[in-house]
């Protein structure tokens, strides 16, 4: 006998006893738990990079393909808006919000340069460009931490999957141990927010 969504027992089972949503929890909470095993030293370092742009006023930039696109503009309103208490705006951009230049850079250019292209033009050296993937492969990618090195513009990456090519190529690189992609963004956007609660305690003070 199972329980329907309002608690009351039915002689029908539904879809609510469906093993899996129980399994994805854990395998989640598994996931977590090895990160915050393994990534204390390097979440505090990440915490200490974003920490010293905000203090300069340098501007965080955050940049990501699909899930990890959304992940990157999800993390610059946090830091513009508020995440969890009032406190002043902190300069943040996603270069994965502007249609007409992601476009255009991709028409004219090349879809490998939509990011770069944006970090020669608004980067200044102080700033920090954040980079989300879950492979440390993405050709856009990398060559927007090229373009940030040439302007003297420091990189922080968020990785899994061993690190890819970009966690070579950055000033520091948290590796997410998992394999899967949606563990990696969901442990990724669990560090960002940990990361953006420190920030906004020590500025509301």
Do not use: W
């Amino acid at each position: 006998m199972s329980k329907n969504p309002n608690g009351k027992s039915s002689d029908n089972p539904t879809y609510f006893d469906d093993p899996r949503f129980v399994a994805h929890l854990r395998d989640m909470a598994a996931a977590a738990t090895a990160a915050a095993d393994s990534l204390g030293p390097a979440i505090a370092q990440a915490a200490e990079m974003i920490r010293a742009t905000v203090k300069r006023g340098g501007t965080l930039f955050f940049c990501g393909n699909g899930g990890s696109a959304a992940d990157a503009q999800h993390m610059a309103t946090e830091y513009v808006v508020r995440y969890k208490k009032a406190r002043r705006a902190i300069g943040a951009i996603a270069l994965t919000t502007d249609t007409s230049a992601l476009t255009a850079i991709g028409n004219d250019f090349s879809f490998d340069q939509i990011f770069s292209r944006q970090v020669e033009a608004l980067c200044r050296p102080g700033d920090l460009l954040i980079l989300h993937t879950t492979s440390g492969n993405s050709a856009n990618l990398i060559q927007a931490a090229d373009a940030a090195r040439k302007k003297g513009v420091s990189t922080l990456a968020l990785s899994a999957k061993g690190g890819g090519a970009l966690a070579t190529l950055v000033d520091h690189c948290i590796i997410v141990p998992t394999d899967r992609t949606d563990r990696a963004q969901e442990i990724q956007l669990n560090i960002q927010h940990s990361i953006c609660e420190m920030i906004d305690d020590e500025i509301a003070g």
